[in-house]
């Protein structure tokens, strides 16, 4: 079955380094688009960085730029995203998405999302 297992968070002072992992199974890994989203308490789901299946292309949100990389690795069916200068507001359940259109069909992947949690 589908499996997508987040890996790498914790407890971090500010200015610290954090890299995620989300191992995945049960999908052709290389076909579908990885996405990190967020969710802080109190707050709306936030999308942080994608990555086009194959790599090509990536892109991060305004909020994480210059500080948050996203790379995947098809051979290990993994994506990661490396995390540095951590601040406060970094503080969130971290989780991965994978998705792909199939014809008309929209499939898409959760993982069940770790804490990170940055302390000033």
């Known amino acids: 079955q589908v499996q997508l297992v987040e890996s790498g968070g914790g407890l971090v002072q500010s200015g610290g380094s954090l890299r995620l992992s989300c191992a995945t199974s049960?999908?052709?890994?290389?076909?579908?688009?990885m996405t990190w989203y967020r969710r802080a308490p109190g707050k709306e789901r936030e999308l942080v960085a994608g990555?086009?299946?194959?790599?090509?292309?990536?892109n991060v949100a305004d909020s994480v730029k210059g500080r948050f990389t996203i790379s995947r690795d098809d051979a290990k069916n993994t994506v990661y995203l490396q995390m540095n200068s951590l601040k406060p507001e970094d503080t969130a359940v971290y989780s991965c998405?994978?998705?792909?259109?199939?014809?008309?069909?929209?499939?898409?992947?959760w993982g069940q999302g770790t804490q990170v949690t940055v302390s000033s």
């Open positions: 990555i086009s299946s194959g790599g090509g292309s990536t």
């Open positions: 998405n994978a998705a792909r259109w199939i014809d008309i069909t929209h499939r898409n992947y």
């Open positions: 049960g999908f052709t890994f290389s076909l579908y688009a």
